[in-house]
């Protein structure tokens, strides 16, 4: 496969345009998405390519739209939904997690649902409390849904187009720092399959788990750290439902040392449900005490000090590292 | 409006309200008896809504419902056995015993499901009609919802999106006066009011949408409204909205003490039993006699007690069965 260097917002861009050419059934949803090209300019183009019965323009009425979108997709088609801010989940939570999630549950396995609900996750751009949440967990808590989140351009793209394919609802998160990120993509299509985590650094000593930035955060202080001749292993897991617990047991059994590393709040997170699952699997493996590193129970500040003193980093990865190293 | 239509559908739509109201019957029996767990709502009354307007669609267009779904389901020919069946929470219910009796779905009749939160199927039914329109297909949808519904966010928003769109998507806002234990548009004796529009239909009218009141009892005047709802949008002219005046002869709930209703005006109300009230039309219009008539009667007594038979006969599902269909791949 012949690849180049393209944006993380290019390569979605990319997998939206290629499904829409192989399949006619994937539509697009959302706000702004047409002429705009989407708030974060990732459908920039398709409506001038597909037209404006495929590419539609809602008005700002998430719940009905994303509504719609389930209707839609129960009647044949296979909507890409766009959600602006992943924040804005709440005013449409209903047609989410009561509606989305277990129709086909509720209807004995009669119906599908294969809805992608795209929507832009992730503090660093002092966006504040109502635009810049991560809130993976709370779609993974709910059964039914399917939970996305890349953190390179490569995995944004066969990721989604593995979404877009799948016959269940999908919520697929895009850290919206990373929109800009380069790296290499195939130009043809490609999948990767849900539910297998990618071990972004091989390690011995201490093994790091991320999702979306908090990778690039695990890479920056593996890279620190091994000028001070220690190995990190960084494993990304990509998805959070299914989940791919296998690489990450083999992984710790291997370093016996674990730091999770999660954006998202910290009180009943991801990063706890993946602590307990090691304490659950592998806890003879273990030679110190598990570590997280998550946000605060607190809204995402406003002020770039504030929000960076919550947000997980290097720096604080690497004080962590060293802790549990002795 | 009588001699258009054949006298084998007026049987049909007679019978198929007499179904509704024995399944309920036997349901309200059941639940009383402790063998429908859960929650039952209850259609007895309100069945000349379902009936008037199902008659009027195809097999193959759609609907979504309300917690209150029984008689749409029947109207849209789901098997009554496999139904009793889901409602007692039985393997051979229509869905393995998964929903009951506020999720009822049968994809394979166009129904897309009952809905256990009010308005929340309403964006459904624009998305199928949404997709019959892209597709290119003249299929529509249906979206019954009740009266309270017209109050929730969701269903405001499906208005203006059905209505933007020109979809081919009626709104059946089944008025029953009575949100739960809150009144909607007139105030009654023991409460205010918690709808400030005057009608259902100014409100639609303010979407852009062209709507009708309809006499909720009268299952022809429901009929010849939905016929002209639904030659609209399959002309491609857009939504409809139906406001059809009702009456539910029980309370919200099995177990509802219904402290909040007049009982003047339950029992005015119950004088104009649709099912009578359709009864007496047929009969003094000579379209059919009254023998004939008891003969319906009778299969459709005979048809619930036999979908009770096969309901109580029936095995619980497998505990395990509690873990699939989550995903389309059974994990979970």
Redesign the interface.
Known sequence: MSTRKITFTEAINEALRQEMERDPSV?LMGEDIGVYGGAFGVTKGLIQKFGP??V?D??I?E???????????????R?VVELMFVDFFG?AM??IY??MAK??????????VPVTLRAPIGAGISAAAQHSQTLYSIFAHV??L?VVVPSTPYDAKGLLISSIRD??PVIFLEHKVLYGLKGEVPEEEYTIPLGKADIKREGDDVTVIGLARTVWHALDAAEQLSKEGISIEVIDPRTIV?FDKETILKSVKKTGRVVIVDEDYDRCGFASWVASIIVDEAFEYLDAPIKRITTPNVPIPFSPPLEQYILPDAKKIINTVKSILG | MLPSIPKEKLLEMYKKMLLIRYHELTAKELFASGKIPGFVHLYVGEEAVAVGVISALREDDYITSTHRGHGHCIAKGLDVKRMLAEIMGKKTGVCKGKGGSMHIFDFSKGMLGANGIVGGGAPHAVGAALASKLKGLDRIAVAFIGDGAMNQGVVLESLNLAAIWKLPVIFVVEDNMYAMSTRSLMPGKLQPRYSAAKSYVERAIGFGIPAVEVDGMDVLAVYEAAVEAVNRARRGEGPSLLHCKTYRFFGHFEGDPLVYRDKEEEETWKKRDPILLFKDKLVSMNIVSPEELDKIDREAKAEIEEALKFAEESPYPEVEEALTDVFTDNSY
């Open positions: 539509i019965d495929r539609i809602t008005p009425s719940a009905g739209f994303i509504g719609a979108a389930v209707g839609a997709a129960l009647a044949g088609l909507p005013v209903d047609q009561n509606q129709l086909r549950y509720m209807s004995g396995g009669q119906l599908k059964p039914g399917k016959d269940n299914p």
